[in-house]
């Protein structure tokens, strides 16, 4: 060969055909703050205009860069201003904006839209409550909308009046989509800390103090670390780390590639690459199998926190240089119903919420996909809600939950969604009540940032 | 733009001939070529420049790889930019 090595090029076929390499999204950002409208009719439609205009190739563009670099791009995604922002100037019912959004993302042949969000960390301001109360109805009739809810940051510390709203409308979710596996629920996410540049979903909205209109890009790769770590069943722990280094820089690379692409094809500024692992309910594209390759007999055995938290670390250490902006969530994602090796150590009763939560401390980004007892009460929902946040307001990272109440379900049981999302088994959960205190309302206060111990 | 062609499959006579035939056929022009035989298996890694491409770059990646299921192969053609990006820093 000219200037490519044989070893080189077959590495990165094999990764793509047998490891699952893919780029997981290329997410288009694109501002709605030009869009408000005191009435909402007319904002709707520039909404609607707007997306459509800005989209147009978005689906068409993935499609060939992956047919010309020979690298699957599973999702071609959008996201928007939160639109309580919107409806702070407009008033009316807030799902005219959702169903806006949901005719959008079908014209562009989008997979998901995220931004059905509101940002409540310190208080709600005019729109927000309105939004947040119709977040049921609006994910209920629309396929593609994600939503998310920032109660709580490092900064502002945690609004708990959000939080006790937030468990009754993750119920009022799952209740209204009960025939349907209770599909809200798992396009709705409670953010500490949410990041304004997140190409991934649910949690995905366009921050306010980004540009107009941005390609966010996500990577995943769970399945290529683990081959790697395959290869070496007797190394230390530094070499381990090591590998994962390597690998992680190697995905990354593509994540840059693309998004670059893109961009250009596009004629849209590049935003981001997100340095993630996110795996997949296929076989060999796991999270919780790269931890157990590192030596444990199942996820959520002891050990299972240190473990990720080395590949977490790990994997941002050997992203950020290969990209020249990173940003997004970026870390391993632990979704438990999008994650063979995770609902199998579910089932088996191994993996346990308290050992997730456990492990959020150390990964992006929480709780996530996560089937509990249909019969869960709202204020455990938020006291699961409120414990999560408390995590990722104390360590200045971001935490999410992405919970569903199975209705009608008990553990043993699951929901089964198929595609990406999989199958989830329903865990069990401590319902010892914290409903004084989730009813008790006003502000968790911000966090000293000194004496860190 | 430079593409990377890569032909895995059964070690038979006329690999190399049919594969820079298609790519004759339809302009594409052979820039290196690297071929070795592993444990019975043929393994060739081409480096082609799509300039004069009579169809566009996505268009024949598809094209080479069913032609490659018809012959029992395993043919891949990629951006070259892929294997660059992912392999040098």
């Keep these: 060969m000219i200037d490519l090595n044989t070893a080189d090029i077959l590495e990165t076929i094999h990764m793509i055909d047998e490891e699952h390499l893919d780029i997981r999204t290329i997410t288009m950002g694109i501002s709605l703050l030009d869009c408000a409208d005191s009435d909402i009719d007319r904002a709707c439609e520039r909404i609607y205009e707007k997306i459509v205009r800005k989209a147009e190739h978005l689906v068409k563009t993935g499609e060939d860069i992956e047919r010309e670099y020979g690298i699957p791009i599973i999702n071609k995604r959008i996201s928007v201003t939160p639109i309580a922002m919107l409806l702070a100037a407009s008033g009316g019912d807030p799902v005219k904006y959702a169903k806006a959004l949901e005719r959008a993302a079908k014209e562009v042949g989008a997979n998901y839209l995220g931004g059905y969000s509101a940002l409540v960390q310190k208080g709600f301001a005019a729109g927000d409550e309105a939004l947040i109360r119709s977040i049921p109805e609006a994910l209920t009739v629309t396929d593609h909308v994600c939503s998310s809810v920032n109660i709580g940051s490092t900064k502002a510390g945690i609004n708990m009046d959000a939080v006790a709203l937030m468990g009754q409308i993750i119920r009022e979710c799952a209740e209204k989509t009960a025939d349907r596996e209770c599909v809200a629920a798992s396009k709705l996410v409670v953010f500490c800390n949410a990041v304004e540049d997140n190409p991934f979903m649910a949690g995905a909205f366009h921050g306010a103090g980004e540009a107009d209109c941005v390609i966010n890009v996500g990577v995943s790769g769970p399945g290529v670390v683990r081959t790697a770590l395959a290869k070496m069943p007797d190394a230390n722990i530094t070499d381990i780390a090591k590998a994962v280094k390597r690998t992680a820089f190697k995905i990354t690379r593509v994540g840059q590639l693309v998004a670059t692409e893109a961009s250009r094809r596009l004629d849209v500024p590049f935003g981001i690459v997100d340095l993630s692992l996110a795996p997949t309910p296929a076989v060999g594209d796991s999270v919780a199998h790269v931890l157990e390759e590192m030596g444990l007999e199942q996820c959520g055995a002891a050990g299972t926190t240190a473990c990720l938290a080395l590949l977490n670390d790990a994997v941002k250490k050997g992203g950020v240089m290969a990209s020249s902006h990173v940003g997004g969530l970026s870390g391993a994602f632990i979704p438990v119903s999008e994650d063979a090796g995770m609902i199998d150590a579910a089932k088996s009763g191994c993996l346990t919420i308290e050992k997730l939560e456990a492990m959020t401390a150390v990964c992006s980004v929480g709780l996530d996909m996560i089937a509990v007892p249909g019969d869960t009460p709202a204020d455990v929902l938020s006291g699961i809600i409120a414990d999560e946040a408390a995590i990722g307001m104390v360590n200045s990272k971001t935490t999410a939950v992405r919970i569903i109440p199975a209705i009608g379900k008990q553990p043993g049981e699951e929901l089964e969604y198929g595609g990406l999302f999989g199958s989830a088994p329903i865990m069990p959960v401590n319902t010892a009540s914290p409903a004084k205190f989730i009813a008790r309302g006003g502000r968790i206060p911000a966090p000293l940032q000194s004496l860190k111990n | ?89």
């Design chain 2, 1 to 89: 733009m430079r593409a990377v062609i890569t032909v895995v499959g059964k070690d038979t006579v006329g690999i190399f001939a049919k594969v820079s035939t298609f790519c004759a056929e339809r302009n594409v022009n052979i820039l290196g070529v690297s071929q070795t035989i592993l444990e019975d298996m043929f393994c060739m890694m081409m480096q082609v420049s799509m300039d004069d491409c009579d169809i566009p770059f996505g268009e024949f990646a598809d094209a080479i790889k069913s032609y490659g299921l018809e012959n029992d192969l395993v043919i891949h053609a990629m951006h070259e930019d892929i294997f660059n990006s992912m392999h040098r820093i």
